[in-house]
């Protein structure tokens, strides 16, 4: 009779049989760590690894870190700002056309039609000096603010920036340094 039981031996199964007689069971394939699956030698080197010298230069040539395209925004917003505040000499472009209301708070740099609109984002004709009272209550009122534009560039100037606003302009890395360098040597 046959005996049956199967042992583990060394890493290679063995079976209990009549010793002429041996399971055809498949040697299992042992993998070192410098092998894969496939026989191809990995994370070992052959031979000795070329040394540079300490004073060669390196192959790699280093890029420049251009500056973010957030980054470049917010600095053309500010020396936008800045000139458009320096234009109108700090002084609110509603509040000296409209005496009814008192100005109140830090001078800003208010848009007629949103920052949103792009294409007119950084707009002279767009931009005015107002405080930071005028600048709130045109989110809510904005017919003081158009009533004072339209008392100093007319009904025509109006009009052209209502079709301008409409168009859609997508601002590139080369715009906001052309914006930059332009508004920092205007003055």
Known sequence: MIDSKISKVGGYIESHLIPEVVLAFPKPIKIDKGYRRNGILVGKSYGKP???SPTAPSKRVKRKKLPSIKSL?????????????????????IGKSDG??????AIQCGHLFKRGKMSLRYSEINCHAICSHHNYLDNYEPQHYISAFLKSYGEDQYQWLMEKSKEIKQMKRFDYEEIIKHYENKK
């Not at 600095?75 to 002084?91: E, G, H, P, Q």
């Not at 009814?100 to 708070?105: A, E, I, S, T, V």
Request: aromatic share 14%; hydrophobic share 25%.
């Open 50 to 52: 070329k040394k540079r």
């Open 100 to 105: 009814r209301y008192k100005c109140k708070g």
């Open 73 to 93: 925004k917010a600095k053309a917003d500010l020396t936008f700002s800045k000139w458009i505040r320096n234009r109108d000499r700090n002084v609110c472009f």
